[in-house]
């Protein structure tokens, strides 16, 4: 059974830092894309960071120079450094995984874990 657990979410000024991990289990992960998503109350799922199975990486624009996407296979877990937050950041993240996903859009990933959420105040 594929298991995804999301971590380091929280509460930050604008302006500040938190990296989320996502502990994933039940495959082998270094064949799978990895993805970052988020959504905001009364918005749309919406892709933040894609890492592909060979380290190509995709950024929503909003984020890119502010966000990183890694993963560390040996330890099967998948990270996003997030720097420079901004209110508009304020969302639920999730962690998803899917064989064949290409790119940002959620529909493309069949895994997903349960969200950890990012609060950036002003």
């Known amino acids: 059974q594929v298991q995804m657990e999301e971590s380091g979410g929280g509460s930050v000024q604008g302006g500040g830092s938190l990296r989320l991990s996502c502990a994933i289990s039940?495959?082998?992960?270094?064949?799978?894309?990895l993805g970052w998503f988020r959504q905001a109350p009364g918005k749309e799922r919406e892709g933040v960071a894609t890492i592909d199975r060979v380290g190509r990486t995709r950024y929503l624009d909003s984020v890119k120079g502010r966000f990183t996407i890694s993963r560390d296979n040996a330890k099967s877990t998948l990270y996003l450094q997030m720097n420079s937050l901004k209110p508009e950041d304020t969302a639920m993240y999730y962690c998803?995984?899917?064989?064949?996903?290409?790119?940002?859009?959620?529909?493309?990933?069949?895994?997903w874990g349960q969200g950890t959420q990012v609060t950036v105040s002003s």
């Open positions: 998803a995984a899917d064989k064949f996903a290409l790119g940002l859009a959620p529909r493309e990933y069949k895994y």
């Open positions: 039940g495959y082998l992960v270094s064949s799978y894309s």
